[in-house]
C-alpha cells in the first residue's frame, strides 16, 4: 500500500516524535526535582539573601553556647545558630541527636517563618575529627581493631 510518505520521511518523524518524548521527559524530571532541592545557607548567607518564608533549605553553623533552651512543652528546643558573621533563631520539635550540644557543628533542614525563625524538621549534629563513638571509647587498640575488621 502507498500512503505517499517515503520511508526517508517516515524515519524522519519517527525521529522528531522521539526527539519531543525526550525532550518533555526531561522538562517534566527538573520540575519533578525542582521542588525537591533543598538549598544550602550558613546564618550569613542567609541574613543577607533569606529565602521566602515557606521555602525548604537547610542552614548550617555552630550552635551558640548557652543558647539552648527547652520550651515550655518539653518538645520544642530554641537555639542560635551562628556562624562567625550572623546568628539565627532556630525552632525544633522532636527527638535531638545525641551529638547535638552547644558549640557543636548542626544542620537544620527546615524553613523560615514569617517572624524570622527558622523552623527546623530535621537536625543533623555534625562532629569534628576526634569523635570516638561510645561504643569504642572504653576498647582497647585491638579489640577497636577487631571490631572494624569485622565490618568489612
Known sequence: MNTGIKAKHQRLVLVVIALAALIGAGLLAAWALRSQANYFYVPSEMAENPPEVGQAVRLGGMVEQGSIKTMADGVTIAFVVGDGKARRPVRYAG??????????????????????????????????????PRELKDMTEAQAQAAVAETR
Open 95 to 132: 527527638i535531638v541527636p545525641a551529638l547535638f550540644v552547644e558549640g557543636s557543628g548542626v544542620v537544620a533542614e527546615g524553613r523560615l517563618d514569617g517572624s524570622g525563625i527558622f523552623v527546623a524538621d530535621n537536625l543533623l549534629a555534625k562532629h569534628d575529627e576526634n569523635y570516638v
